[in-house]
C-alpha cells in the first residue's frame, strides 16, 4: 500500500511562491510517476506536473515556466516549486502516484490560495 502527504500550501499574493512537498511512504515498486493534481473551485481534478521513475518531467502548458517538479530518493519526497503564481492556481493540490496498471494513489491534498 501507497500513502502520500501532502504539506506547504497556504495563501500567497499573486507573484508570490510556494513549495509544495509529498512525503511517500510504503512499497513504491509498481509506481511508474509521481505527480501534482489542482483541484479548483467547481472544477475537475487536473494534471500540474509529472515525474516519471526515469525522470522525465511533464507540466500542464499553464504552469511551464513558473512551476517546477523534484524528486528526492533519499528522502522519499517529491516537490513542487510554484512561481510567480496567479490567482487562477488557487485549489486544492493533490499528490498522486500511479503505477504501471493505471492505478492511481493520492494524498489529502493541501489548499493553496493565491489572492490579488
Known amino acids: 500500500h501507497v500513502s502520500l502527504g501532502e504539506s506547504g500550501g497556504g495563501s500567497v499574493q499573486v507573484g508570490g511562491s510556494l513549495r509544495l512537498s509529498c512525503v511517500y511512504s510504503?512499497?513504491?515498486?509498481?509506481?511508474?510517476?509521481l505527480g501534482w493534481y489542482l483541484q479548483a473551485p467547481g472544477k475537475q481534478r487536473e494534471l500540474v506536473a509529472e515525474?516519471?521513475?526515469?525522470?522525465?518531467?511533464n507540466y500542464a502548458d499553464s504552469v511551464k515556466g513558473r512551476f517546477t517538479i523534484s524528486r528526492d530518493h533519499g528522502e522519499r519526497t517529491v516537490f513542487l516549486q510554484m512561481n510567480s503564481l496567479k490567482p487562477e492556481d488557487t485549489g486544492v493540490y493533490y499528490c498522486?502516484?500511479?503505477?504501471?496498471?493505471?492505478?492511481?494513489?493520492w494524498g489529502q491534498g493541501t489548499q493553496v490560495t493565491v489572492s490579488s
Open positions: 515525474i516519471t521513475t526515469g525522470g522525465r518531467r
Open positions: 510504503g512499497s513504491m515498486s509498481r509506481i511508474d510517476t
Open positions: 498522486n502516484a500511479r503505477q504501471w496498471d493505471g492505478v492511481k494513489h
